[in-house]
């Protein structure tokens, strides 16, 4: 799920670029200075998840992660998601440079909500994060998919087809990541639960990059 | 001298076309079934010079989907560069405290 080069209209390719710009800024005020090799270690399994395929008939789909991702960074994921398709559109060829703006609020904002109503779900032991985890990852593709969409009928595209094919097409994905992200939080719970804390963040403990 | 000379080469000439002709004339029916050898033969290597190529064509095509697909450099590249990059961030980040 990457738009390439030349798809959308000039204006939301800049208006794409503008508000990611502000979000990436936000975000990278948001991220304390302690949680920066947490973030790295996020943000490159985010830029290595899109290489798992996962053969599926004739084709293949990958794993995208925006929900796990904002599940476990909250407002840092923007950051990271960022820099990831960022990297991925430089050496993997993955959705144009121009376009970047766009992918990233694609992926970026369905994580920031991800983020948002995991720390508001979790609740504290039990199953109940790794289950809410779950339910998070798949809403997170789900929710790209429909960015997707919302971001192509700029481009002239109908609305409604666009996002039942895109829906249909990653639908394998979205149940898959939603088994993973539960495996993850569910471990993650259970070895690390700190990683999973919202964090405060006093000023002058932020990271400005 | 040349008269006699002439008359023996064109005598020759003769005799050679006399002998050769008949061979020839009994020669067609085979030279043709030769004919048909040879373009059977003919079409049998053309139609397996053409598998062949289409063969190498579909291993161009793999070969280019291969090529567009990332390879395990570039994923290190892109890891090392995240890394670096908040490394780079970190170290900023602890400068400014410090």
Same mark, same amino acid.
């Given at each position: 799920?990457?738009? *390439?080069?030349?798809?959308?209209?000039?204006?939301?390719?800049?208006?794409?670029?503008?508000?990611?710009?502000?979000?990436?800024?936000?975000?990278?005020?948001?991220?304390?200075?302690?949680?920066?090799?947490? %973030?790295?270690?996020?943000?490159?399994?985010? +830029?290595?998840?899109?290489?798992?395929? =996962?053969? $599926?008939?004739?084709?293949?789909?990958?794993? /995208? &992660?925006?929900?796990?991702?904002? #599940?476990? %960074?909250?407002?840092?994921?923007?950051? *990271? &998601?960022?820099?990831?398709?960022?990297?991925?559109? /430089?050496?993997?060829?993955?959705?144009?440079?121009?376009?970047?703006? #766009?992918?990233?609020?694609?992926?970026?904002?369905? #994580?920031?909500?991800?983020?948002?109503?995991?720390?508001? +779900?979790?609740?504290?032991?039990?199953?109940?994060?790794?289950?809410?985890?779950?339910? =998070?990852?798949?809403?997170?593709?789900?929710?790209?998919?429909?960015?997707?969409?919302?971001?192509?009928?700029?481009?002239?595209?109908?609305?409604?087809?666009?996002?039942?094919?895109?829906?249909?097409?990653?639908?394998?994905?979205? &149940?898959?990541?939603?088994?993973?992200?539960?495996?993850?939080?569910?471990?993650?719970?259970?070895?690390?639960?700190?990683?999973?804390?919202?964090?405060?963040?006093?000023?002058?403990?932020?990271?400005?990059? | 001298?040349?008269?006699?000379?002439?008359?023996?080469?064109?005598?020759?000439? /003769?005799?050679?076309?006399?002998?050769?002709?008949?061979?020839?004339?009994?020669?067609?029916?085979?030279?043709?079934?030769?004919?048909?050898?040879?373009?059977?033969? %003919?079409?049998?290597?053309?139609?397996?010079?053409?598998?062949?190529?289409?063969?190498?064509?579909?291993?161009?095509? #793999? $070969?280019?989907?291969?090529?567009?697909?990332?390879?395990?450099?570039?994923?290190?590249?892109?890891?090392?560069?995240?890394?670096?990059?908040?490394?780079?961030?970190?170290?900023?980040?602890?400068?400014?405290?410090?």
């Amino acid at each position: 799920m990457h738009i *390439s080069d030349g798809v959308l209209p000039v204006s939301v390719t800049i208006g794409g670029y503008v508000v990611s710009g502000m979000l990436v800024a936000w975000s990278a005020r948001k991220s304390a200075s302690r949680e920066l090799p947490k %973030l790295a270690v996020m943000t490159a399994a985010f +830029f290595v998840a899109s290489l798992i395929h =996962i053969p $599926l008939g004739p084709t293949s789909v990958h794993l /995208l &992660i925006p929900g796990l991702t904002g #599940a476990i %960074l909250g407002p840092s994921a923007f950051l *990271s &998601i960022a820099l990831g398709l960022l990297l991925q559109s /430089l050496l993997f060829q993955f959705g144009g440079l121009t376009a970047l703006g #766009a992918n990233a609020l694609m992926m970026g904002l369905p #994580a920031l909500v991800c983020g948002w109503l995991f720390q508001k +779900f979790k609740g504290r032991s039990g199953v109940r994060p790794a289950v809410i985890g779950g339910l =998070i990852g798949s809403l997170g593709t789900t929710m790209a998919a429909i960015m997707l969409s919302l971001l192509l009928m700029s481009g002239g595209e109908d609305f409604l087809g666009v996002a039942k094919m895109a829906l249909a097409a990653h639908l394998p994905v979205i &149940i898959i990541e939603g088994v993973v992200s539960a495996f993850t939080i569910g471990f993650l719970i259970r070895v690390k639960p700190e990683l999973l804390q919202p964090f405060s963040i006093n000023s002058s403990d932020s990271a400005h990059e | 001298m040349r008269g006699i000379k002439q008359l023996i080469l064109t005598g020759l000439t /003769l005799g050679v076309l006399v002998l050769i002709t008949p061979s020839a004339w009994a020669e067609e029916p085979s030279a043709e079934s030769d004919c048909k050898a040879i373009i059977t033969l %003919l079409n049998e290597q053309n139609s397996k010079f053409s598998g062949d190529t289409r063969r190498i064509q579909r291993e161009i095509a #793999a $070969l280019r989907a291969d090529l567009d697909k990332p390879g395990f450099k570039d994923v290190v590249a892109g890891i090392g560069y995240i890394l670096g990059l908040f490394g780079v961030a970190a170290f900023v980040a602890a400068r400014r405290k410090g």
